[in-house]
């Protein structure tokens, strides 16, 4: 098989991607000809950057800082709000749509009422999808305990913007919880058309010479490779108690990445900190490098998805050496315990 017949649409929520590649919320999500442009390299849908009931400025500078493993923002939810949002997302969705390229709108609230309300606004723009961001990491001194943290209000939230739109809702979770699994299940009985998992995850850096946090807001997100490990394992647990599409988002940078995202039951994946990196580009690569790994290995996308859960046991090469067992019991009596050593 040719790397040209490699077929890599997908479907989520009943709209056909021509690739599983979607463009993450708040990046380059803020003009429709970025927007574009990331469509024209590759992406196989858009999501726009989040919109709230108001506009905010988010969070001052330093926002944001590249660490070598990933990276750390506070941007703070920055966005023109709803109505303006509208705007955008109308003159944006007009020109993917001659592209064949869905686009997602994602929204943000202090409350389940406003959610509906920003829901409703948005909708006026006829996005293709709407994102539901409740677990953004950031605000937490402003609104609260994210929505994502407890099935309880994931749930009402979901319902709610169900009952304000008829489009397809994506609800988008935190990794920082007990269960993600419970908060998934509880979405998507809630309504949920599909998930977005995961969103990035609290994290601080510290400045040696100062000693104070590199960012403004001391806190922030992380995302990029450092979160790749924590995203997989998400969309794994998810993956086994519901049957909606899930995008995995978290630190895809190659096509090999990508391809794990869908062994673990992703659908699609997400791509932020890589357009950060390399710039819309990106898409193309990581398209090229999944077809590429596709062709070398014989396989299908619909073979690779999920297959983490179907493989009955390891492969023999993949099997890891044993691990040697310390000495029985019975001829290695106890070490005797060091003056002061908890117990």
């Not at 000809?33 to 905010?56: D, E, H």
């Not at 926002?63 to 966005?79: H, K, Q, R």
């Not at 108690?241 to 794990?260: C, L, M, R």
């Amino acid at each position: 098989m040719s790397q040209a017949a490699v077929d890599l649409s997908v479907e989520i929520a009943g709209l056909r991607l021509p690739n599983p590649l979607v463009l993450a919320s708040g990046i380059l999500g803020t003009h429709a000809s970025l927007m574009v442009r990331c469509a024209r390299a590759g992406a196989g849908a858009i999501t726009a950057k989040s919109a709230g009931p108001v506009p905010r400025g988010g969070h001052v500078n330093p926002s944001c800082v590249d660490f070598g493993g990933g990276l750390l923002n506070a941007i703070g939810l920055a966005n023109p709000g709803a109505e303006a949002e509208v705007a955008l997302l109308a003159e944006t969705r007009a020109q993917l749509a001659e592209l064949g390229v869905p686009l997602i709108a994602s929204i943000f609230a202090d409350t389940v009422d406003n959610f509906a309300r920003v829901a409703e606004h948005i909708s006026r723009a006829a996005p293709d999808l709407i994102e539901v961001n409740i677990s953004c990491p950031n605000v937490g001194s402003e609104f609260g305990e994210p929505f994502a943290g407890q099935p309880e209000s994931a749930a009402a939230v979901t319902a709610a913007v169900k009952a304000a739109t008829g489009i397809p809702v994506i609800v988008k979770l935190a990794p920082n919880v007990p269960s993600i699994a419970r908060i998934a299940r509880a979405v998507v009985e809630a309504g949920a058309d599909a998930l977005c998992a995961i969103n990035t995850m609290p994290g601080m850096l510290i400045d040696a010479e100062s000693g104070l946090p590199v960012l403004q807001n001391r806190s922030g997100g992380l995302s990029g490779p450092a979160l790749k490990p924590i995203a997989l394992n998400a969309v794994y647990q998810i993956a086994r108690v519901v049957q909606v599409p899930i995008i995995g988002t978290g630190g895809v940078s190659t096509g090999q990445d990508a391809i794990e995202m869908l062994s673990a039951g992703a659908s699609a994946v997400g791509i932020g900190s890589a357009v950060y990196a390399d710039g819309p580009d990106a898409f193309g690569r990581i398209a090229r490098e999944m077809r590429e790994w596709l062709v070398a290995h014989g396989l299908t996308l619909a073979q690779v998805r999920g297959r983490a859960h179907r493989q009955a046991k390891w492969p023999e090469a993949a099997t890891p050496a044993p691990v040697p067992h310390a000495p029985a019991a019975e001829t290695a009596p106890p070490a005797t315990p060091r003056a002061g050593a908890a117990s």
